[in-house]
């Protein structure tokens, strides 16, 4: 059974691996649940930033880049992490669709006392669970508990969309906004590209975005870039001029200058400090 669950962030990230973007940004091959028991911290996801506090909720999905900036001394999560294989046991895909379309738009909430309990109740039994020895009925018993917690997730997350003031038109157009750059910001970064999938024009679109997330879709799009150039840079012995045509450049020379605009560093220079970084 695909899962784990940790006490706090600091054993996650010795426990299982995370693929280091930049010696900042960080993601993972799985869906991230993270319940703050008690203290605060910024968690910067993409390149928008979250403040939590005791009894917020935060859900991360797979491959999304993300790091805690900051946190007080006190910082507490419960961290419920679920492989993708989890849903292969289930007998539809209303978890896996439902969850994908809800962390898009809205990955942190506020959880009452009550559902603060439960959560931790839950933690706490799957813990105790996840250090048996594994048999099939032990199995059944952790995806059982695994399914109830998602299930409550998407009703917490559902619902509190549902008391969103932004209009859920604009949330639905972010979304697939989003969606949509995911799979096309390597061979497109036009505005109007996005624009037309979605059936509106450039300039709603570009309202709405801003209005939704504070940042308009062309540092979106140029934001999704930047990190992919990193984790290219760092994961990859592919040489410059092979990363720069894998992202659509013109010229190796087009993609350093864009890198260098929003890293300060060229992606030579780049590559070097994370190569020292690694061997250290």
Not at 169 to 197: G, H, M, P, Q
Request: hydrophobic share 35%; glycine share 4%; proline share 3%.
């Amino acid at each position: 059974m695909d899962t784990s669950i940790y006490d706090n962030y600091s054993g996650a990230e010795r426990d299982f691996e995370f693929f280091y973007l930049d010696g900042q940004y960080k993601e993972c091959d799985s869906l991230l649940c993270l319940i703050c028991m008690r203290g605060t911290a910024t968690v910067k996801i993409r390149l928008q930033e979250y403040q939590m506090k005791r009894c917020d909720f935060l859900v991360i999905g797979p491959h999304i880049p993300f790091y805690i900036v900051e946190q007080s001394d006190d910082f507490h999560i419960d961290i419920i992490r679920a492989g993708l294989s989890i849903f292969d046991f289930a007998t539809e895909d209303f978890l896996k669709i439902h969850l994908e379309r809800l962390t898009r738009g809205c990955p942190i909430c506020t959880l009452t006392a009550r559902k603060l309990i439960m959560f931790h109740t839950i933690h706490s039994y799957l813990k105790i669970l996840s250090k048996g020895e594994s048999n099939r009925y032990r199995d059944l018993i952790v995806y059982e508990y695994i399914k109830v917690f998602f299930y409550e997730v998407c009703y917490i997350l559902d619902h509190h969309q549902a008391r969103s003031k932004t209009p859920k038109r604009d949330r639905e157009i972010t979304k697939e906004f989003f969606l949509s750059v995911e799979k096309n910001f390597r061979n497109n970064r036009k505005v109007e590209f996005y624009a037309d999938i979605i059936g509106i024009t450039p300039k709603h679109l570009a309202h709405v975005v801003h209005n939704v997330t504070g940042k308009y879709p062309s540092e979106w799009i140029e934001s999704y870039l930047t990190l992919e150039s990193k984790k290219l840079l760092r994961k990859t012995k592919d040489s410059i001029q092979v990363i720069s045509f894998d992202l659509n450049f013109a010229t190796p020379s087009h993609f350093a200058k864009f890198f260098k605009d929003k890293t300060g560093q060229t992606p030579k220079e780049f590559r070097k400090m994370t190569e020292s970084a690694d061997e250290q």
